[in-house]
């Protein structure tokens, strides 16, 4: 099973610094139920390109730093990109923390 990870979180706060991504730390916790799994980190905060949806099985999207009204360059990109339903046949894993 092959998962994207999309990251939209930036570490900007010193307190997340020991982490080296949100999406790092979310592969880790998933990797010890999903022994089988490969993991793609997409650092879509950063800019990364979305990805092509028929390259995963599913797709995780863990939470920010940020809110979904917050002006970002990228959520309302993120925001068109899964707003397309027809576009996905693939399960999302979807879970929002406060990682302030």
Same mark, same amino acid.
């Given at each position: 099973?092959?998962?994207?990870?999309?990251?939209?979180?930036?570490?900007?706060?010193?307190?997340?610094?020991?982490?080296? +991504?949100? @999406?790092?730390?979310?592969e880790?916790?998933?990797?010890?139920?999903?022994?089988?799994?490969?993991?793609?980190?997409?650092?879509?905060?950063?800019?990364?390109?979305?990805?092509?949806? +028929?390259?995963?099985?599913?797709?995780?999207?863990p @939470?920010?730093?940020? @809110?979904?009204?917050?002006?970002?360059?990228?959520? @309302?990109?993120?925001?068109?990109?899964?707003?397309?339903? +027809?576009?996905?046949?693939?399960?999302?894993?979807?879970?929002?923390?406060?990682?302030?």
């Open positions: 099973m092959r998962l994207a990870i999309l990251d939209c979180a930036t570490l900007v706060d010193p307190s997340l610094e020991k982490y080296a +991504s949100i @999406g790092a730390l979310v880790n916790w998933l990797r010890r139920f999903l022994h089988e799994a490969s993991f793609v980190i997409i650092p879509i905060a950063h800019g990364a390109e979305f990805p092509n949806p +028929s390259d995963y099985d599913g797709f995780v999207l @939470g920010s730093e940020v @809110g979904v009204y917050d002006d970002t360059p990228w959520m @309302g990109p993120l925001g068109d990109y899964l707003r397309n339903p +027809s576009r996905f046949t693939q399960t999302f894993l979807a879970f929002v923390s406060d990682i302030r």
